[in-house]
């Protein structure tokens, strides 16, 4: 077996050799190709679950903490696997990793199709994040080994293009299957695609690996982070349900505190850390990292609350609330390569402020609509919520990744990948659990304006579950026409209360963002070194 070093840090370093005699393994351009298909996979699925979960919630009678978790176990399972998959694909090479998880992630996406219950549900989502989460910084260390440094800005650019367009699609695509076909499809379509990406993969991909391959794993840190993330998590979506002052939401929220405390702790001392705590000395990275969760937070908070909005409060169908939200995932896929442009002439700075300023604007515009609002309006914030979106990732790697010394370049790429996968955990369990209160204090009052009878007991329980997710309750046969539409009115007037609250606490959160954007400087590390097997 033969090895031969590409120095990728060096300009006048010589790009990886062509293939010869027609073979195509290695192929520069051949590898983006695979790997875009890969991660298009894993991009797609992050929006287009979204359209699916009311579906998936009626369907599967499940609660609104539970449907929360399709979502929240997905992101947190890649969050918390991202950096060790990343060491993962250091030690054992980066294709085999890759193939791993695209065929691991489709096969999990079949698992789903066919569960008939949302705790499954839930089960294979987190086992298809973990899957997830193979394939990206695989994805990223094979395109780093495969191109010379003048063309790998470029490479990486078309990546996240195709990242981009795909969680713009994911809404259309989402809805249309789950419209004409099922809500099961939008994980059976993961299947081809995986057997594309296995069969390309084994065609063109030719094996990468660094020289200095960790030997060992950080066990203890992985599993000090993965608890007390799933303390955090869990602790914040069960507070409404247990309450806030409760001594089980303390004990998990307490818990994730000493647990993360812990796990700091040990990366200081551990011999091959999970997370190098040197890699935080750099102000840039650090500000980029709270950065990412900051942004993520604000928009896949958004992105929870609207699907369920355009369908349940303005009863539109799944494929209709896709088309809505067009003016969004079309700005992301036309502002994601003007972005590009943009920080390639006046670095990071400048057009992540200004993006996270006009996502701040979105958001407020968001926390005005009301069940009466049009299509212009929402049009507007949906469009500035793309535009604004987009500066943020594509600037976040040459901000995290930039920063970081040679030696640790893939540990932040993952780092960077993991803060965006948490904030968008942590956006929908924190923005939901406000909304969900916020909908139990304004709902009996809606209720009786509206001059309904109270709901008492078990029953009002179950109303209110339903008006956090904007679903009018059955009217018993027989009741007037104007008492059911006071009952969606009342429903629906409580979820966009609670609507709005989260939209204003997301455009805080994005203005802390824009703040934060000022410490963006552009990265001078360059591209370590690789091994071709």
Known sequence: MSQSVVKNS???APP??????????????LTLLTVAVGVMMVALDGTIVAIANPVIQEKLNAAPSEIQWVTSGYLLALAVFLITAGKIGDRFGHKTTFLVGGVGFAATSAAIGFAGN????????????????LLQPAALGLLRGAFPAEKLNMAIGIWGGVIGASSAAGPIVGGLLVEHVSWESVFFINIPVGLITLCLGLWILKDVRAENAVKSFDVPGIALLSAGMFALVFGIIKAPVWGWGDARTLLFLGGAVLLMALFAFWQGRAKEPLIPLGLFRSVPLSAGVLLMVLMAFAFFGAIFFVTFYLQNVHQQKPVEAGVHLLPMTGMMIIGSPLAGLAIGKLGPRIPIVAGMLITTAAMCGMSTLDTGSGTGVMSLWFVLMGLGISPVMVGATEVIVGNAPLELSGVAGGLQQSAMQVGGSLGTAVLGALMAAKVGDVLPGNWA???LPPVEGPQAEGLKQAAQLGIAPPAPPGTPQQAVDAMAGAVHQSFVSGMSL?????AVVAFGAAVLGLLARRGSTDAGPAVHI
């Open 16 to 29: 990886p050799n062509p293939p010869t005699g027609g073979g195509l393994k290695g192929h520069p351009w």
């Open 449 to 451: 304006k509206a001059g």
């Open 10 to 12: 060096k300009a006048d």
């Open 502 to 506: 989260a939209f204003a606490v997301a």
């Open 118 to 133: 949302i705790q499954t549900v839930i089960a294979f989502r987190v086992l298809q994040g973990l899957f997830g989460a």
